[in-house]
T-cell receptor
Framework: GEDVEQSLFLSVREGDSSVINCTYT??????LYWYKQEPGAGLQLLTY?????DMKQDQRLTVLLNKKDKHLSLRIADTQTGDSAIYFC???????????????FGSGTRLSIRP | EAQVTQNPRYLITVTGKKLTVTCSQN?????MSWYRQDPGLGLRQIYY???????DKGDVPEGYKVSRKEKRNFPLILESPSPNQTSLYFC?????????????FGPGTRLTVL
């Protein structure tokens, strides 16, 4: 069945790079997303990648996709205290006719920054 | 300002007392959705709506109802809440339900059912 897995916690030192990993099971995924949830707030889309891409870079964020291993990662360069949040990996499959694309979320990885 | 609003933000209630959580978006989005967030489980979809008068079940619809009488509003109804519905609820909307368009999330409603 469909499943998206992430580790629950990650702690990094301020200024280092953070790498958050995610594995998914459905090979028919069309889009893979990274969402950020700050304390007391809803989810905010950080970035996404099409399933036919290997890499996407956007300022401090780099997304790597290994389709063979069904592995997605988010690298945050020069991690700052403002990056403290929960990061959700999500995948979506192409929608069936007259229905919505199903988006499956992982459990979220809580990133904490230490000085 | 483009946004998704939810009310109330916090609610404590008792088992069996009907409640409604409202959701409204001002972006003319066709697609709206409700999720619940529980520790270690991520977000699970309760119901979604492709457009006015078009609603469908998500992964965990039991114990919930929704309606979509107008494009901007998508209330979540708990006819007889139970303690296992204690959770953090998020409403989201996007231009379409194809997955191509970004989902915008509301701030969340924390519900406790005693």
């Amino acid at each position: 069945g469909e499943d998206v897995e992430q580790s629950l916690f990650l702690s990094v030192r301020e200024g280092d790079s953070s790498v958050i990993n995610c594995t998914y099971t459905d090979s028919s995924s069309t889009y893979l997303y990274w969402y950020k949830q700050e304390p007391g707030a809803g989810l905010q889309l950080l970035t996404y990648i099409f399933s036919n891409m290997d890499m996407k870079q956007d300022q401090r964020l780099t997304v790597l996709l290994n389709k063979k291993d069904k592995h997605l990662s988010l690298r945050i360069a020069d991690t700052q205290t403002g990056d403290s949040a929960i990061y959700f990996c999500a995948e979506s499959m192409a929608p069936p006719v007259s229905s919505a694309s199903k988006i499956i979320f992982g459990s979220g990885t809580r990133l904490s920054i230490r000085p | 300002e483009a946004q998704v609003t939810q009310n109330p933000r916090y609610l404590i209630t008792v088992t069996g007392k009907k409640l409604t959580v409202t959701c409204s978006q001002n972006m003319n989005h066709e697609y709206m959705s409700w999720y619940r967030q529980d520790p270690g489980l991520g977000l699970r979809q309760i119901y979604y709506s492709m457009n006015v008068e078009v609603t469908d079940k998500g992964d965990v619809p039991e114990g919930y109802k929704v309606s979509r009488k107008e494009k901007r509003n998508f209330p979540l109804i708990l006819e007889s809440p139970s303690p296992n519905q204690t959770s953090l609820y998020f409403c989201a909307s996007s231009l379409s339900g194809t997955g191509l368009h970004e989902q915008f999330f509301g701030p969340g409603t924390r519900l406790t059912v005693l």
